[in-house]
C-alpha cells in the first residue's frame, strides 16, 4: 500500500521535503501539501523581497513537484481550523510539520506597543501582501526609520523604502505598498546593530548592494570599523566578515555623498526606548561594547528622531495545536527532525529561523528518509479521508490548478517588467476562480 503523507505548510521546507520523498526508493508514496493560504510557496511570496526575484525562481522547481501525479496541493485548508493536526495524523502514515516561523519576537522595551513600531515579520508581510497583514496599514509619514538588527532582513526593509519607483519595476511589490512607499518622505534610514560590524549577520552580496542605490548613500562611521576581523572564526565565515568589512570600509571611505537618501549603519547601540505620544517620535539607544562576543551596555545613551521602528531581530514559530512545543526555543523539539511517532518536522519550525532557501533542503532529504525507514509500506487512507472530510466541512479548498489561474491572471495584470501584480486578498484570488 502506498505511503500516504501530509506537508503541511507549502514553503521551501515543505516542498524540499516532498521533492525527497519523491527521489527516495521503496513504497509509492503519495503527498499531500496543505497551506493556509490559497497561494502556495510560503516565503519565496510572502518573504523574500520584492525585488529578488531571481531568489524568488526556485518556486518554478516547486512547482515540477507541485505537477507531479502523486503530489496534490490543498491550499486554504488550516490546520488547526479546518482540520485538526491529530485528524490528520490519524489519516496520514506520516505528517510534517514546515509551518515556519512567521511571527516576530518583542524586543521588550517600553514603548514599543506605540504606533509606528512594526516588526520585520508583520511589514515584510505587510509590503510583499501577505492576506493576513493588509490591515497593518503603517504609518510612512516620516522622513527618518529606525531598522533594528543587522541581519539580511534589516537590510531588506531599509533597501525597499529607499529605492526608487524606477529601481522597482521588475519587482512584484503590490500596489498598496508601492503607493504607501513611494509617497513616503523617508530620507534617512538607520540600520542599527547591538554589536559591531564583525559580527553583523547580513550576506555580502545584499550589502554591497546599499552601495549601488540610484538616490540613496550608505552612511559608515569609519571610527566603528576594525582593522581586521580578528581571530578565532572558521574559514567560511572568516571569508563572509572580512568581505562585509572590505565593503564597510569602502563606503565609509566615500564619505557622506551627494545624494537624496542615506542609509546609516549604526553598530554597537543597543535600543532601549521608543519614545513619543502614541506615536513614535524617536528610540533611545544605549552604546554597547563587546565582551566576549556579548554587547554589554556602556551607560552611555543617545536618541535618534524617527517616525518609524522596524525591529528586524529575528523570526519566531508558535505552537502548532496537537504537536509539542518548546515555548524558550519556539521550535517542535525534535531528533533530526523526528518529533513523535509518524510526526515529523522542518524547516524554521524545526531548526529555527536561520539560513537561506537553500538550508531547508538537507531538513526535507532528512525527514523524508527517516520517514521511509519508519514507516516502510503505509497503512492509513490519506488523501481521500482528507477530501471527505474537508467536503462535509464544506471548505474551500483553493487546488494547485486553481492556484495556477490565479497565477496567470496576476501575470497577466502585471506591467512588465514587473512579473505579477499581486491579488492580496483571498476574496479577490477566489474571484478569478468563480469568473
Ligand atoms: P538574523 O540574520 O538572525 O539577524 C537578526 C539581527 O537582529 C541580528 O543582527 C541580531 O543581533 C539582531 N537582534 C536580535 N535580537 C535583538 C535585540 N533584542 N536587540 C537588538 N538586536 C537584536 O535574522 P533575519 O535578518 O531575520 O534573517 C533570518 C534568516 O533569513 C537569516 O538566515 C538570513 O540570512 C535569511 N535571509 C536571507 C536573505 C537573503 O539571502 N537575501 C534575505 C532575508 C533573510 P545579534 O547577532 O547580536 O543577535
Not at 30 to 53: C, K, N, S, T, Y
Not at 276 to 291: A, C, M, Q, Y
Not at 385 to 413: C, F, G, P, T
Amino acid at each position: 500500500m502506498s505511503l500516504n503523507v501530509a506537508i503541511v505548510g507549502s514553503g521551501p521546507a515543505g516542498f524540499y521535503t516532498a521533492e525527497a520523498l519523491l527521489k527516495g526508493e521503496g513504497a509509492e508514496v503519495r503527498i499531500d501539501i496543505i497551506d493556509r493560504l490559497a497561494a502556495p510557496f510560503g516565503l519565496i511570496r510572502a518573504g523574500v523581497a520584492p525585488d529578488h526575484q531571481t531568489t524568488k525562481r526556485v518556486a518554478e522547481a516547486f512547482e515540477r513537484t507541485a505537477l507531479r501525479d502523486e503530489v496534490r496541493y490543498f491550499g486554504n485548508v488550516e490546520v488547526g481550523g479546518k482540520v485538526s493536526l491529530d485528524e490528520l495524523r490519524e489519516i496520514y502514515d506520516a505528517v510534517v510539520l514546515a509551518v515556519g516561523a512567521p511571527f516576530d519576537h518583542a524586543m521588550n522595551i517600553p514603548g514599543e506597543d506605540k504606533r509606528g513600531v512594526y516588526g520585520s515579520a508583520a511589514f515584510v508581510g505587510w509590503y510583499n501582501g501577505h492576506p493576513d497583514l493588509m490591515s497593518l496599514d503603517p504609518d510612512l509619514d516620516t522622513e527618518a526609520v529606525a531598522v533594528i538588527g543587522v541581519g539580511n532582513v534589516a537590510i531588506d526593509v531599509a533597501r525597499v523604502l529607499v529605492k526608487t519607483p524606477q529601481e522597482m519595476t521588475s519587482a512584484d511589490l503590490p500596489d498598496h505598498a508601492a503607493r504607501a512607499i513611494q509617497a513616503a518622505p523617508i530620507t534617512d534610514v538607520y540600520v542599527i546593530g547591538r554589536r559591531g560590524p564583525v559580527e553583523a549577520k547580513f550576506t555580502n552580496v545584499e550589502l554591497r548592494e546599499m552601495g549601488k542605490l540610484e538616490t540613496c548613500d550608505p552612511v559608515v562611521d569609519p571610527a566603528q570599523l576594525p582593522d581586521t576581523i580578528g581571530d578565532g572564526l572558521d574559514d567560511r565565515d572568516a571569508r563572509l566578515k572580512a568581505r562585509n568589512l572590505e565593503t564597510l570600509h569602502e563606503f565609509a571611505e566615500r564619505g557622506p555623498g551627494q545624494k537624496a537618501k542615506r542609509v546609516h549603519f549604526v553598530f554597537y547601540a543597543s535600543p532601549v526606548e521608543v519614545l513619543g505620544g502614541d506615536r513614535v517620535e524617536g528610540l533611545r539607544l544605549e552604546r554597547t561594547r563587546l565582551e566576549d562576543g556579548r554587547a554589554v551596555g556602556t551607560g552611555d545613551y543617545f536618541e535618534i528622531d524617527c517616525g518609524l521602528v522596524v525591529p528586524s531581530i529575528g523570526y519566531r514559530s508558535v505552537a502548532v495545536e496537537g504537536a509539542p512545543f518548546d515555548e524558550r526555543a519556539c521550535i517542535v523539539p525534535n531528533d533530526d527532525g523526528r518529533v513523535a511517532e509518524g510526526l515529523y518536522a522542518v524547516g524554521w519550525i524545526k531548526r529555527g529561523p536561520s539560513g537561506v532557501i537553500a538550508s531547508n533542503r538537507p531538513d526535507g532529504v532528512a525527514v523524508a528518509a527517516h520517514i521511509r525507514a519508519d514507516l516502510g509500506a503505509g497503512a492509513k487512507p490519506g488523501r481521500e479521508a482528507l477530501e471527505k472530510l474537508l467536503a462535509e466541512r464544506q471548505v474551500r479548498v483553493v487546488s494547485y490548478a486553481d492556484w495556477q489561474k490565479i497565477d496567470a491572471a496576476e501575470v497577466a495584470a502585471a506591467t512588465p517588467p514587473a512579473p505579477r501584480r499581486k491579488f492580496v486578498t483571498l476574496k479577490d484570488m477566489l474571484a478569478v476562480l468563480d469568473g
